[in-house]
Each structure stands twice: as C-alpha cells, then as structure tokens.
C-alpha cells in the first residue's frame, strides 16, 4: 500500500516537473518569436545559444504570441481586480545586478539534456534530432496528456529535413534540449496549416506571417469542437499594428473579447419558419462567399442588414446560425462594448470595430438592440460624444460600402421606427420578423415538447392552432410552464416519501419547510438500513391539461403587430 503511494506521489512529481519544463520551453519560444518580430536578431541568437532550443524547430500555436498572452493576462487582472496590472517595476537605485550561477550564466530554468554541450557558439545550435537522440528516452513522448493547449511546438514538415528524419525514427513527439517536444502537424505543415520555417530568421518570420493569415482562415490548431467561447475568442489576434500602439491595443482588445467565431448551438434547421429571411441572410453572406465571381457590379453582395420585429422572434437566433453556419469571424457587439463613458473613446472603438472586421475578413459585425446606440440625431440635448459616436458608425459603413472589403453589418432591433435615417439607408435590407405562423408555431412546440415527454391525448397542433400571436420566446414559456408541472408532481411525491420515512409530517399540504439539502441518493440510504431500495419515482409525462393551465397562465407579449406592419410598408425592404 505504502509502495503505490509512493509510486503514485512520484508519478505526480514528475508530471508535474513534465509540465514545469513545457512551461519553461514554451516560455522561451515566445521570447524568441517575440524577439524576431520586433528585430532583436542578435538577442534571439544569443537566446538560442544559451537555450540550445532553435526557433525553426518550433512553431507557435494556437495564435498566441508574447504581446496577446501579456494583453489576455491584463484584461483578467482588470476584470478580476477592476485595476490595470502592473507587471514591471523600476529597480530600485541604480539597477541590480543578474543573478548568474556558477557557471557564469546569467540563465535560469531551462534544464539542459543530459549529454546536452554548456553553451553553443552562435549559429551552431542543435537540431531537433540531434536533441532528441541525446534526451533521456524516458521522457519522450510523454507530454501529451493533460488536455491543456500546447502554446509551441516542435516544427515538422517538408521543409525540415532533421525533423523529417525524426519522424521517420519513431513519430513526430521527440525531446528538444532535455525538453518534452509535442509532435507537430503532418504534411509538412505546423498548426493551422502553416508551412514550418525552412530555415533562418527570414523563414521564421514568413511563418508568423503565414500562420496569422491562416488563423483568418479559421484553422483551428486543435479543432473547435467541444471549445468553449472563452477558447474560440482566444483564436483571434490583435493585427500587428494595434499591438505597435498602446492605446489600440487597449481598444482592440476590449472588442476582441466580443469575438464569437461560431456558435456550435444553433443552426438553420433549428429556426422554424422564416425562409424568406434566412434566404437574404444567405444571399448577403454566404453565397458571395462560395461564389464571389457572381456577386460583382450592380449585384455585389448586401453590406448592412436590418432584423427587426416584436421581442422574441428569433432575431438573436438568426444572427447566431448566421455565426455558426457562415465561416466568417463573427463580431458580437452590443451597445456595452461601444459606449464608453470616456469621451470620445466610443468614437475610436468604432473605428478599431470596424479595421478589425476588415483585417478578420470575411467577417460579419452583428449589433444587438441596435436602436440603444443609434436613435435618431438631431436632439439638442444629445451629448457631443454620443453624436460623433454615431457619425463614425455611419462613415465606417460607408466605408464598407465602398469597399471590396467582405465584412457585413447584421443589426437587429425591436424598434425599427427609432432608428436615424441616416443608419436605415446604410442598411439595404430592412427584414421583418415576425411572429411565427401556426406552421412555425407547431414546429417549435413539436421541438420544444417532443413525444417522449408528453401524454398521447395532448395535441400540439389543436395548441398551434390557438397561440396565434405568441412569439417563439412565448411558446418557450409556455412550453417551460407545461414542463414545470410533472416535475412539481414528482416533486410533491419526493417530499411526502421523504417526510413519511422522516416520521415527520410533510403531508399536510406543506405545513413543514422544505429542507434545502440536497437529498441522498436512494441506493446509500437503502443500503445503509439494509434493505433493498424502493422504487424511486419518475418524472411523469405532460398531459394536456398541463399545457391548457400553462397557456391561461402565459399570455403573449406585446401582441400587436400592427405598428411593425406599418412601419414595414413605408421603410421594409426584403
Ligand atoms: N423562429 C423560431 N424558431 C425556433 N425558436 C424560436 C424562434 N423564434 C424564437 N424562438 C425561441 O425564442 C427564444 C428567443 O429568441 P431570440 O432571442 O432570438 O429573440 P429576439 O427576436 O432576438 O428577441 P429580442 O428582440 O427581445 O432580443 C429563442 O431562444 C428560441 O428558443
């Protein structure tokens, strides 16, 4: 017992020493790559001498560099702490001294492979291979596990005739400098589908070049599937000349966080009715794509389109199968992330919203509750911010216009007749989306209460029938009500089964408070008294009545639709 404690103690401590390594390795990648995109070419050689890692044997992936990990980090701490992070510090006095070890080097960390030389001249570091044949076997291969992101990893491909060889030795995951090294993509490419560097400082640099155009190409090192959005906001990075300049980079990255590239959730076939609808929002995005031959001159693709109707139609939806179905980088921006209480600053976040959704090309900008950022102008008590705020908006779609730029404006509101004229021009295609029709209703009610779940004399349709004026939010409610009831009958059936075994009373019609424990699952308590566990009640199905209680209970919102006809006759354009 002892023994496999200790084995289990020391398999940890070296896991965790595995990682520590990575860590460092991946640390000192980043400087390099950090190095040679800034022209510190002499300080990247010294770096690799000393490392005994090359640059061209790593490429970098998942779209991160030294400048985005440092930004990510300052836009937590903000969030986190509500303050700006300090990360560096002047010295105090006249500067002190580095520490250096014994053997004159000022370097920490980075633990050598055993056989591995003190120090390289310049110029004359190892290979990958030759790293590799030197590590200890033991480690190779091994860094795979744990789930978490490579941020480097060692370079393969055609290019690079050591790390081929490696390959051929026994597979792309080797060890660099004592150092675990992830086998990278095959094919002669690195992540994302980027050729790995041939060779030389020139090479690497036309491999950062290459891998931030193919991240717009929407190569996902790992894959999105399973990715949370936290991950898939993580893929796109500032254009280098935000990261140049402070004060953009602040912007940038503020909007970035309002980056969505997809959302795996919805998709055409889950919005019932509104063909018409998904059909312009096809035409606008993603036909022009497929086929851009055909979308030139007189019938270049749409650059702004409007959504609007009553609350609850499905215009959220819409703009997010238009995220997940169309391959554009999707900006999801809503009055908080345009507004800033800083004069003038909302101004320039449209600006940096706009050359961000052209540097991410193709790309769609959606604008939520559009309305709350663009009422009309022309009120005297309107503040100067707020008014140049939405000039901006204007000529930067203008501007896209203009262009060949492919970045579209998706706008959606519930008060279209708020709007300023000016902004309604700019967006060609005012939609309606209305309620939906007892074809859409019955569909979303089929969806939401599928046959499993409810009584065979409940009928969905008759309930179809005689919702007219409910909107899809409404019938989810309604829908959630019905729901609602078989679970408060099981519920009940728990409560009394428990206070009965309780000896309590509980039975009296909820005299006794219910207890907020979480209850035991019955297996424990039947095994504990030794008796075989009874059968435990389940949740029952949603008869009809339940459905007929939940609609008395849910009226429609707002469920005159007369004013969105009136307004879609003098301004729509479907
Ligand atoms: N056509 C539809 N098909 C399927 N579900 C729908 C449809 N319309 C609405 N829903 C349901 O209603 C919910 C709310 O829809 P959504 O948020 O898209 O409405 P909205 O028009 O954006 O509302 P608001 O204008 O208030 O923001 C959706 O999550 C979905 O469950």
Redesign the pocket.
């Known amino acids: 017992m002892e023994r496999s404690v200790s084995r289990a103690e020391t398999e940890s401590r070296l896991q965790e020493e595995r990682r520590l390594q990575e860590r460092r390795r991946n640390v000192v990648v980043l400087m390099m790559y950090h190095l040679l995109e800034h022209g510190y070419v002499g300080a990247l050689e010294a770096l690799q001498a000393e490392s005994g890692l090359r640059i061209n044997d790593h490429v970098l992936a998942d779209n991160v560099d030294l400048l985005a990990v440092v930004q990510e980090h300052e836009a937590y701490f903000e969030m986190r702490f509500d303050k700006k992070p300090r990360l560096v510090k002047k010295a105090p006095g006249q500067g002190a001294e580095l520490p250096v070890d014994k053997a004159g080097s000022a370097r920490r960390g980075l633990p050598r492979a055993p056989g591995a030389p003190e120090r390289r001249p310049s110029g004359a570091c190892c290979s990958a291979a030759d790293a590799a044949r030197r590590a200890s076997p033991a480690s190779a291969g091994s860094s795979a596990g744990g789930g978490k992101p490579p941020l480097a990893r060692g370079a393969s491909g055609a290019s690079s005739a050591t790390t081929a060889r490696d390959d051929a030795d026994g597979g792309a995951d080797g060890t660099l400098g004592g150092l675990v090294v992830t086998g990278a993509v095959a094919n002669g490419c690195g992540p994302a589908g980027v050729p790995a560097p041939a060779g030389g400082a020139e090479a690497a640099a036309r491999a950062i070049r290459a891998r931030g155009a193919a991240s717009e190409e929407g190569g996902g090192v790992d894959g999105a599937a399973g990715a949370d959005h936290w991950d898939l906001r993580l893929r796109k990075a500032l254009p280098p000349s935000f990261l140049a300049h402070s004060e953009l980079r602040d912007l940038g990255g503020w909007i970035m966080r309002d980056v969505v590239q997809s959302n795996p959730t919805v998709g055409w076939s ?5 063909g018409g609808v998904k059909r312009v929002l096809s035409e606008s995005l993603v036909l022009p794509l497929k086929y851009p031959e055909h979308f030139t001159g007189l019938l270049s693709p749409w650059k702004g389109v409007l959504l609007y ?1 009553p ?8 703009a997010k199968a238009v995220a997940s179905e169309c391959d554009t980088t999707f900006f999801n921006v809503s009055a908080s992330t345009i507004v800033s209480k800083w004069r003038g600053d909302s101004e320039k976040l449209v600006r940096c919203l706009f050359e961000l959704a052209r540097y991410h090309s193709p790309s769609t900008v959606f604008i ?2 559009v309305d709350s950022i663009m009422g009309a102008r022309g009120d005297g008590g309107e503040h100067e911010g707020s008014r140049r705020m939405k000039t901006e908006l204007l000529v930067q779609m203008d501007g896209l216009q203009s262009s060949s730029d492919q970045a579209f404006v998706l706008a ?1 509101t ?1 008060l279209p007749w708020e709007l300023d004229n000016a902004l309604l021009r700019r967006l060609e295609k005012r939609i309606l ?1 209305p309620r ?1 029709g007892e074809v ?1 209703r019955r ?2 009610l089929h969806k939401l209460l599928p046959p499993d779940r409810v009584e065979r004399g409940c009928d969905l349709d008759a309930i179809a029938a005689q919702t007219d004026g409910y ?3 409404d ?2 409610l309604v829908c959630k009500e019905a729901a609602m009831a078989p679970l408060r009958r099981l519920l009940a059936q728990l409560e009394e089964a428990e206070a009965r075994a309780g000896g309590g009373g509980g039975a009296d019609g909820g005299a006794r408070p219910v207890s907020i424990r979480r209850r035991q699952p019955a297996l424990a308590t039947a095994g504990a008294a030794g008796k075989p566990a009874a059968p435990q009640p389940t949740i029952g199905r949603v008869t009809a009545e339940d459905v007929a209680v939940a609609l008395s209970r849910t009226r429609p919102t707002a469920a005159d639709s007369s004013k969105y006809d009136a307004w879609a006759a003098e301004f729509g354009s479907t």
């Open positions: 889950d919005i019932a009715e509104l109707g609350p609850g139609t499905g215009k959220t939806m819409l939520d509750e959606a519930n989306v939906p859409g569909v979303i909107s899809g939010s019938l989810v």
